[in-house]
């Protein structure tokens, strides 16, 4: 009977470890699966307009060291240090397949950047400043921004980092497209450090410049220059000269809205569009063209007779959004709503 039981036992213990050796190697196999099954093989980026594409796959691969599989990267992200890169604010990600994810890109917001002690340091909506770059970098780094960065990533992708390679990428300097944010005057800041608020005499004016923002992020209008007066009124300055007078914050919206529709009335012109008496009623602005040197001496000699004009001031018409008047003539020109001729 002792013997029977003794091989009995020996018999199951051998079952079981029979048992335990095949779920162990089912489990290895699964392991092996997952890792090959969800091997990421590629990572599409959205919302990002700072940084190229694959500036962010090449962040993605150095701060995320689970970005090597797909359902590693989507649900147990590392909370990666992008101080380094500073107009960067979150990446999340979403499993799209078993081989691809999508990195969607939160950014911080510049509404501008002024100069001071020879350097652009830009800020956002409260006023903090992201980065200050010396101008005479800026300058010579935008020129070979997009060659540079195309080159390098070309060569990334068809040759396999060595661990030198991989250390002077982790410590790379990332080129954030920039062109878009208009320079702010008017601040009157006489220093500026980053991760700090930018010193100015009323603060109110950041959240000013923070809805500004919005609104021409919104229709795509974005100039080349701000200029902040008293009592906090703003002119925007676009390419070739033109001054667009907004006046105080009220009916900003209204403002940028109406300047959404006349601003392309006035390619090639110079001169000043005055917005600020815009409201929810009020859509007819004025826009004062500027008058040649050549042509300013015949206006003052035909000063007494543009005086005695009613309708117009001289190289003044005035002119409406052509969606909100259908077309209609504009007053005192004999011109068309949307047209330029004769302008």
Known sequence: MGEKKKRKGKKRRRRLARLLLLCAGILVLLVLLFFVIFQT????VTGSNRYTEDEIRQLVEQQEPLSFNTVLLTFFPVRADFSGVPFLEDISYELISPTTVRAVVDEKTAVGYVEVDGQKAYFDGDGIVLECIPQEEETQGQGTQAEGTQEEVESLDTQPLTEEDQTETQTQEYNPNLEDIPRIEGLNAVSASVGAQLPVSDTAIFETLDALTRLLDRFELWPEQVNV???MELTLIYEGNIRILLGGEEYLEEKITKLSGIL????GLSGELHLEDVDERNGDVVFAKD???AEESQATEDGQAAENNPETEDGQETVTDPEAENGQETEGTG?????????
């Open 229 to 231: 007066l008293e009592e």
């Open 291 to 293: 008058v040649p040197a």
């Open 264 to 267: 392309p009335q006035l390619e």
């Open 41 to 44: 093989k590629n990572i599409e």
């Open 335 to 343: 011109e068309t709503t949307g047209q330029t001729e004769g302008q």
